[in-house]
């Protein structure tokens, strides 16, 4: 594989660092009047009066893009009629939920039409007989939890930003860190309301736990990052919740023991909630930036590579003791240095600070984040790859991620750009070569499409492109998004183009 | 009817001998399990891998001609034989599954693969499978992918399509695509495998598949419990869903049910006294969760009756009444299997329902019924109706979607509740379908009779 096959897009973005107004791409008078008509005039936004919030999301080397226009829709009829005007008039409309994504999957089309859900934000039913929330897409995973906890119910997925929508996270398919006993985004929404890129309106699925009856459309559009359809309205299956949690804290010697350690566990049957891997300067760092101290003893630290953080959750307490005490068992047995039951507190605590790892990084001026899966045994010599590397091009690449997964964060330190770009396009094909993917839970987006095109079976981005063209036909959805449009040719164009670039 | 020599000789390059023409040696491939469906063949094409798999496949495409796929022949809609002579491309031989990735807690196997031979090579790495159900000697993974079966323990692990990470399958132009490598979080395009899955061999023919595997529950308890009327069932049912993670499965059997097994089978019954509605659950953990069975099913309310059962002779004694039903059934003449799924809040309303809607139409029609009730699935059967009088079918079928329910939970729409499509998916979805087909399978050659209605 030409190893100078680097992303046309992060290419692009150096020449368009800040966010400009291109006069010549201002919408026509034509489409703000028809989406003024259907949104109504306080809900569609041009120009500098677009918030500068809009035009990026959380990924931390895409550039911003100012959108042609932004419109706030209400209802399904109302983003039915934004997709018609927009289809009709060619204009590509990007869905936006809360902007959290890490890929920039959410960043505008320059001159297109952004269509934010905020204003479609109610939970609209806990039906609390047949376990299920009936929401729209702009709910926040916090808001649905501050609605559920009352019930003793939880919607089990929790990816590390809690004001991520679901709309967001239907798209994107939302792991996280409890993926490991509850499955994904996409286990979890029994049914769907959308948009197509016709402006036709599909509801598929139900209120009910299994269903085959026909193709599955719903489980089509989840990770589809707003390129088959809108997402209106999700039907999501929710669980009853635990009472208790357990955490427990292993330091580990070697990663080589860490990845050990994983398969018994979840073997066991303890039903891990959570199994996660911080390397010591992930640990350091996350602490640091949440303020507080594990209390672990210099000695031990020393001899620590890395952490293995594992939460527990039962319905009664004194089997929950049970499980605690058998996983130290089994976690000595394995080789952890020490064992450490954590507090509640000091469990929670942890936790959440683990989930900030993102902005720990960030403030410390990280300038990539990668979100590469590999099979979970493979962790320790896909890092090992992955600290050679950086080593090699003095890059810094530190990391945690969920180990039961396999999926690994790395946050990469390397403020040149080629070199950079370089490093990082080596770490994916590392983790392809292990038979890992370029991305685990983030998604695609616009930022890992050249990766996805080099590594991916060309068959595949073919079906791709078929079935984008069945849900929009006029390719009006986040076009550019996952894959572009068109095949090849102008790739090529750009390879050639690099040829010897940063090297 | 004789096979095109040309034909024959095609398939013979692929495939070698493996290819059945004598209509004696076809005829148990062209038949379903029921007796119900019976169809006619020129042909059953047995491939030993992927690649003899795709020929066939191109073979037939560039012949212009139609194939059923074919797993273990146990499908229940009609889906897996070939009603209008298409060629039928049996799986079996794609058996073989890898070894068990044991850090991983998953397998990759072949189409043909049994399910119980799935559970076998899973318990002896000291996994388990998520899936059962009592087809498992000779339904295969390709099939239940197929058709995303279900089962007794969707409860807790989910159906086929939770178990799925991926599969390998070739398509109606003959390419093969492969997504076999096993990642339990993957975002990266869309779900393949989840569009395949369930697909009923209309888009792809599937030919291997990559599993997870569940972590075993070696600590068992069932339990059989008579309860005194339908909303005490299913009010339990509820009950333990939500305070027994352990809870594995919950099945719903009434008691013409477990008479009928007992005639047929020669049982004993399981109460003296005669409850009209039963239970029969199941829970798996690894310490012995015996104590917090008997905890909880105390306290539900109406219970007439319990027998518990913790050693695995008992425990199987208690699955036969619920296990043989199918084929206690199957004695009274093919019956009419309507496999239907309900939000839990319509389950009571249904269930009493069904028996009127059905003697409404056929006075001398009898109607059982049992089913996963825990995933709010109930197995309707109907025997005593003519083989092609589907009055009843869609009698229940509209009172399911009058319900909110799916005509289908688990065993999929094959010919058989075809023409009911329209009763689960709009026809905007059913649009979407025929797109999905023609992309996956352009000259419609795979299953061009099953699932999707005429247009
Ligand atoms: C600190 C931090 C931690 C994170 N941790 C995790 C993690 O552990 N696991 C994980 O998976 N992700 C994680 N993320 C990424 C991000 O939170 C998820 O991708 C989330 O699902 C995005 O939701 P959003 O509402 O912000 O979507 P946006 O960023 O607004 O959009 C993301 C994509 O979804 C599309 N979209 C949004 N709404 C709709 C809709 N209604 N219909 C159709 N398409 C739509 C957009 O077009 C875009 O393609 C993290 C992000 C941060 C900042
Ligand atoms: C006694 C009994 C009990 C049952 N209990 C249950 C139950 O509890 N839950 C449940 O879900 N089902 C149940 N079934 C139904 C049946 O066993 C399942 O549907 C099973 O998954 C079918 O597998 P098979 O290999 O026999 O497929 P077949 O019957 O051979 O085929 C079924 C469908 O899948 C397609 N197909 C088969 N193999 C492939 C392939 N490799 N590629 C593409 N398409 C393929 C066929 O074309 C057909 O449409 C039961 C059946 C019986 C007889």
Redesign the pocket.
Known sequence: MAPDAVSTTQHDHEHRDAVTTNTERLPGIELIELLTSIVGPDNVDIGDRISDDLCH??SLGAAPVRPGAAVRPVSTEEVAGVVRVAGSLGVPI??????????G??IPVDGGIVVS?ERMNRILEIDLANHVAVVE??VTLADLDDELAPHQLVYPVF???Q???L??????N????RAVKYGVTRHHVLGLE?VLGTGEVIVSGGRFVKSTSGYDLTQLIVGS???L????KAILRLHPRPAHQATLLAPFATLDDVAKAVAPIVMSGVGPLVVEYLDVISMAGVTASAGFDLGIDQDLQARTLAYLVVVLEQHRVERLEQDAQDLAAQLSELGALDVFVLSDRAGAQLVEAR??A??AAKANGADEIVDVVVPRASIPEYLATVGRLSEESSSLAVGCGHAADGNVHLSVWQSDGPTRRELLHDIVAAGVALGGVVSG???I?TEKKAYLAEFEDPVKLDLYRRIKSIFDPVGIL?PG?IFDLEPAESRTDHRQHRKGAGR | MPIDPTLAFRLREVVGAQVLVDPELVASYTADWTGRFRGHTAAVVFPASTEEAAGVVQVCRESGVAIVPQGGNTGLVGGGVPLHGEVVLNMGRLGGSEPVDRAGGQVTAGAGVTLAGIQEVAAESGWSYGVDFSSRASATTGGSVATNAGGIRVLRYGDTRAQLLGVEAVLGTGAVISHLAGLVKDNTGYDLSGLICGSEGTLAVVTRVRLRLVPPAPERAAALIALRNLDAALGTAAVLRRSLPQLEACEIIFTPGIDLVCSVFGLRRPFLRPSPVNLLIEVADRVDPTDILIEAIGSAEHVIDTIVATDSPRRAELWRYREELTAAINTLGPPHKLDVTLPTTSLAGFIDAVPDVVSTIEPTASTWLFGHVGDGNIHVNVTGLRTDDDRVDGAVFELVARLGGSISAEHGIGSAKRRWLHLSRSAAEQTAFRALKRALDPDGILNPHVLIPDA
């Open positions: 999301d959380e990007t869905a936006r939920g809360s902007g959290t994504g890490l890929s999957a959410s859900f897409p702009g990816p590390g930003e004001s991520a929508s709309g967001g996270n239907v798209a994107t939302a792991g996280g860190m959308v990052e707003g390129t359809a809108l997402v209106t989930e900030r993102f902005w839970e983030h998604g987006g986040n998004t």
